[in-house]
């Protein structure tokens, strides 16, 4: 479940204040600090990795506080900078996921900060329930012909919710297992999120190929946590490869 419950007492202020903007160049230091951390004592240099980095974000009728009170749009701001150092191609690629799910524009330098407005908002997609396995089928469409193989896919998945779909998604999993693709859940808001935990015992896959972190608010991290939370368990996927 991740660090988070451990590292939060009364002394800690959140990290960003319910209305402030990101600055992404200070994020973007904030970045290569925690990727020369995570490179000590490890066979993989994140300072000079390079993976085809995306997002899925759940837009289930229950996410619609955080997209519309700017929590979601400060956390993409923030994630932003792991695709601009690891992707060649400087993008965050996107999807939306309900029952269904929709790939829209990546996001970038040039988009990022209006980005849940002009992008996510405008995507015509009905936030309904939640499945996670059409958005990683279509992922897993996106990313398993793209040449050359030996880039990996990082998938970030936030989700504030279980899924309805355990039995499809366990079958997925095992696939995207026979590819070079690694999938960090992350689970938002007060959820328990047992399923998602139980996927790190999921039997029959090559790899163990993904990692979950459940945060109620990750904008009460500062960049350094939240990097580092979603940065760890891929790193390690890496080191075992």
Known sequence: MGFFGKIFGKENAPAVEPHSEININESKENLNKVLVNLSKESKVDLTKHTARVALATDYSGSMSEVFNNGSLQRTISRLLPIALKF???????????????????????????????????KSGMSMGGTEYAPVLEDMIRYYKDIEPSDIPAFIIFITDGENADKTRTDEIIRELSEYNVFVQ????????????????????????????TAVEDMNKLTDEQLYTEILRQYKNWLNKK
Do not use: Q
């Open 87 to 121: 992707d060649d191609n400087g993008e965050l690629e996107s999807w939306l996921f309900s029952y269904g799910c929709e790939r829209i524009d990546a996001v970038t330098e040039s988009n990022y900060g209006d980005y849940v407005k002009n992008v996510m908002r």
């Open 185 to 212: 859940f992350i689970g938002i808001g007060k959820e328990r999120f047992e399923y998602l935990k139980k996927l790190d015992d999921l039997k029959g896959r090559k790899h163990d190929n993904t990692g979950f």
